[in-house]
């Protein structure tokens, strides 16, 4: 057995007298898709918070390398290799591609204090790594972020968090405001990802795109990790029926019944 790269043991968080999570163990391995599914409101984003040093938990450990660690900001915790994209990728329209690759990064040219941004090479990297993702389209370092299409951007946040190291890569719902090829896209890069080793948390909502890409899958519900399995042991309906409740899809489908009457074929 490997030490997981990432361990979460019974994470609790909580504001004031309302628990946002309550007692989450996940592990996330080297090359490996974690599948974090729920509904609104089912505490992922929380999660994703605790992980990426926002939230401290109110209970429980984390551990990176079987070491117990302590995020006090997102900087610790990308010190440690853990990095987030966000929904919308994290990206600035106004700016260029390669500045905005290289935010708070940035390599410079001169000597201290007359040092001053190196615009040529920071392009020329922001190019070269987005190409190897398959984003061809963009030949120019100070192509502005907001012509880009919403995979596109989500191309160039990965990119810069593979290029700055990330081990974990936190993808918060990165499909969900895209069309068919743009999240085919998305999906692809996260095989990318995983085949370099990098272990992937994929948050989303949308059963198909998991499936397509996790191997193994853990499902929220009020804060709670309801269910927690392998790849290829649930069918999406299974998943589907979880991540909706069982329960109240039936008593909806009775609502509608009553509401509609009964169907009468010609």
Same mark, same amino acid.
């Given at each position: 057995?490997?030490?997981? $790269?990432?361990?979460?043991?019974?994470?609790?968080?909580?504001?004031?007298?309302?628990?946002? $999570?309550?007692?989450?163990?996940?592990?996330?391995?080297?090359?490996?898709?974690?599948?974090?599914?729920?509904?609104?409101?089912? @505490?992922?984003?929380?999660?994703?918070?605790?992980?990426?040093?926002?939230?401290?938990?109110?209970?429980?450990?984390?551990?990176?390398?079987?070491?117990?660690?302590?995020?006090?900001?997102?900087?610790?915790?990308?010190?440690?290799?853990?990095?987030?994209?966000?929904?919308? +990728?994290?990206?600035?329209?106004?700016?260029? %591609?390669?500045?905005?690759?290289?935010?708070?990064?940035?390599?410079?040219?001169?000597?201290?204090?007359?040092?001053?941004?190196?615009?040529?090479?920071?392009?020329?990297?922001? %190019?070269?790594?987005?190409?190897?993702?398959?984003?061809?389209?963009?030949?120019? @370092?100070?192509?502005?972020?907001?012509?880009?299409?919403?995979?596109?951007?989500?191309?160039?946040?990965?990119?810069?968090?593979?290029?700055?190291?990330?081990?974990?890569?936190?993808?918060?719902?990165?499909?969900?405001?895209?069309?068919?090829?743009?999240?085919?896209?998305?999906?692809?890069?996260?095989?990318?990802?995983?085949?370099?080793?990098?272990?992937?948390?994929? %948050?989303?909502?949308? %059963?198909?795109?998991?499936?397509?890409?996790?191997?193994?899958?853990?499902?929220?519900?009020?804060?709670?990790?309801?269910?927690?399995?392998?790849? +290829?042991?649930?069918?999406?309906?299974?998943?589907?029926?979880?991540?909706?409740? @069982?329960?109240?899809?039936?008593?909806?489908?009775?609502?509608?019944?009553?509401?509609?009457?009964?169907?009468?074929?010609?």
């Amino acid at each position: 057995m490997t030490t997981p $790269l990432l361990k979460l043991s019974q994470i609790s968080k909580s504001f004031s007298t309302n628990y946002a $999570l309550s007692n989450i163990s996940l592990e996330v391995n080297p090359g490996e898709v974690l599948c974090l599914l729920g509904d609104n409101g089912a @505490g992922k984003s929380t999660l994703i918070k605790v992980l990426s040093g926002v939230h401290k938990p109110t209970a429980g450990t984390i551990e990176v390398n079987g070491a117990p660690v302590v995020f006090d900001s997102p900087k610790d915790a990308g010190d440690f290799g853990i990095a987030t994209v966000h929904q919308y +990728g994290g990206t600035f329209p106004l700016m260029s %591609v390669a500045r905005c690759f290289f935010v708070g990064k940035e390599p410079t040219k001169g000597v201290w204090p007359f040092q001053y941004f190196d615009k040529k090479t920071a392009g020329e990297i922001t %190019v070269t790594e987005m190409q190897k993702l398959g984003i061809t389209r963009v030949t120019d @370092g100070n192509r502005l972020v907001g012509s880009l299409s919403g995979g596109e951007r989500q191309s160039l946040a990965i990119a810069r968090a593979v290029y700055f190291g990330a081990k974990v890569l936190i993808l918060d719902e990165p499909t969900s405001a895209l069309g068919v090829k743009q999240a085919t896209h998305v999906l692809r890069l996260i095989m990318q990802a995983r085949a370099q080793g990098i272990a992937v948390i994929f %948050v989303t909502h949308n %059963v198909m795109h998991a499936m397509a890409v996790g191997d193994q899958f853990a499902v929220l519900i009020h804060g709670k990790k309801a269910d927690g399995f392998r790849k +290829g042991e649930r069918t999406r309906e299974q998943i589907t029926d979880l991540m909706a409740g @069982g329960e109240a899809m039936a008593e909806l489908e009775a609502e509608l019944a009553e509401l509609t009457g009964p169907v009468r074929l010609p």
